[in-house]
């Protein structure tokens, strides 16, 4: 399949973006990355800004479409969860440092950011809570709390996981599963 100018450039960008600095990488570095002249770039991309905003974009859409919307087709609110855990891990392993560039995104771009986060606390609150319901456990941990854990403890996991250590991403999938449903002690305990 043929990737089109806009993705190379999107690709390139995201390449450049980690490599020399947003701030250090021009135009010029660009176009000469994709083949192009710097003033050709301007016809797919309005600012460096821009292009930048296009890639948090394009990388939140193949996270709703890979992992959110499939996830949320499934019943079983257990499943739902390990589903999100392992498909999620897995999206964060690959896009790895690529994650580091919505940091350097301008400020008037952070509300849909906020929005497309609160979305998916949203999608793991109300699982959790439905999940918390079919085992009698409302009481037992807020889905809010266990939400903002869950999602922060995966989306966060590139940053330290070492691919060639002792666990292959599969295996560090089935422990953030296993710590998760049933607490670092190996059952379900509550705390005093």
Known sequence: MRTSKRERLLEEGAKLFLKKGYDRTTMKDLGKAVGVQAAAIYY??????DLLEQIDEESFRRFRETILDPAREIKDPE???KF???????????????????ESISPRNVKSRKDRDR?????L??????LAQ??????????????FSLHYVVS???KWYKPKGPLNSTQLADQI????????????????
Not at 119 to 123: A, E, G
């Open 119 to 123: 979305d998916v606390i949203h999608f």
């Open 79 to 81: 499943e739902r969860i």
């Open 177 to 192: 599963i296993r710590l998760f449903f049933l607490g670092f002690p190996g059952e379900l305990t509550t705390a005093r």
């Open 125 to 130: 609150r109300d699982t959790l809570r439905e």
């Open 156 to 158: 966060q996991t590139y």
């Open 44 to 49: 797919h991309f309005k600012s460096k800004n």
């Open 84 to 102: 999100f855990i392992r498909n999620r891990l897995t999206y964060q392993l690959e896009l790895g440092k690529k994650a580091l560039l919505v």
């Open 134 to 147: 079919s085992r009698g456990l409302e009481d037992f941990v807020n889905p809010t709390v266990a939400a």
